[in-house]
């Protein structure tokens, strides 16, 4: 099997998530803008984001009718679960996503994102609830961005919305001071989402 991510930017594409059907599609996820009154890293495209789908197919061969039922960015990614998320429901996202920095070969960004942020980001967010890294491995859709990591982490609410709970005192700081190892600060798009709809 295969993941997909689409990042969505359209609510009509949104709506027709709903009803997406190709041969092999095993599982659908589909989370939309949390709305908060203010929102907590919001940063990039982030606030013109309508929806980030996910789905597991047996093929991806099946892309091209993906992208024709759900216009979108779409990319085939490997995913990866540091922190297994908890089950609890209502959990929002924080959802990420960048492309890999020019300057730094393939192996300097993965070692800067997998081994130096992902460790850094258990400090960073006691209370997180979950960690999936999705690396992109193919951009399947003509003319979409070259993201390189597409990250859903998961809180709490009531965490998520209070910085003195998302974030540990003194941590932020390391974390800024550790992004340039594997992306640039203008490029990072970032918001909060809930997950809508999982069949």
């Not at 295969?2 to 930017?9: C, F, I, M, N, S």
């Not at 919001?42 to 980030?52: D, H, M, V, Y």
């Not at 393939?106 to 997998?114: A, I, L, Q, T, V």
Request: glycine share 4%; with cysteine; aromatic share 8%.
């Amino acid at each position: 099997m295969e993941k997909l991510d689409l990042l969505v930017w359209q609510n009509e594409a949104t709506q027709r998530a709903a009803a997406l059907d190709v041969p092999g599609l095993r599982s659908l996820a589909v989370s939309t803008p949390a709305r908060l009154t203010s929102p907590t890293l919001l940063l990039g495209r982030g606030s013109e984001l309508a929806a980030l789908v996910e789905l597991w197919v047996d093929s991806v061969d099946v892309w091209r009718d993906v992208v024709a039922q759900v216009p979108s960015d779409a990319y085939v990614v490997t995913e990866s679960i540091p922190q297994l998320p908890s089950d609890e429901p209502d959990l929002l996202t924080h959802l990420s996503w960048f492309p890999k920095p020019d300057r730094l070969t393939e192996d300097e960004f993965f070692h800067g994102w997998h081994d130096v942020h992902t460790p850094s980001s258990f400090r960073l967010h006691p209370l997180r609830q979950g960690y999936v890294r999705d690396a992109v491995a193919r951009t399947l859709s003509a003319g979409s961005p070259p993201v390189r990591a597409i990250v859903s982490e998961y809180f709490r609410e009531d965490d998520y919305v209070d910085p003195s709970r998302l974030f540990a005192e003194g941590e932020l700081e390391t974390t800024i001071e550790e992004l340039p190892l594997y992306a640039d600060q203008p490029d990072v798009s970032s918001c909060p989402l809930r997950r809508t709809l999982v069949r």
